[in-house]
């Protein structure tokens, strides 16, 4: 079974109340693909299916911030993300023709 946490997006504002955790964060700093049994941890991406930013679970009104440059670096490199990325963009793009 898949965990959950409430955020708010940092980004548009969204109340999203079934975010997972894309993606576990090592000690180095470097993701790696999330544990699904695993309740998100502090320092974790998610991708807001609302606008398709990157936020981070993290100790903040709202539960989640905006990466900062380190992260965004980590993110720019790892193939996982760049899949997710892109998968959303797609998501958006039949949504947007649905409206
Ligand atoms: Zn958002």
Redesign the pocket.
Known sequence: MSMFRDII??????H?EITEGALDVDEHGNFDMADPDMEPQRGDPTL??????W?IFDLVPGGARKPNGAEYFVLGLNPATKLMREAWVRYNAEREAGD
């Open positions: 997006c940092p980004f548009c504002g969204t999203n807001c299916g609302t606008c398709g930013e936020c």
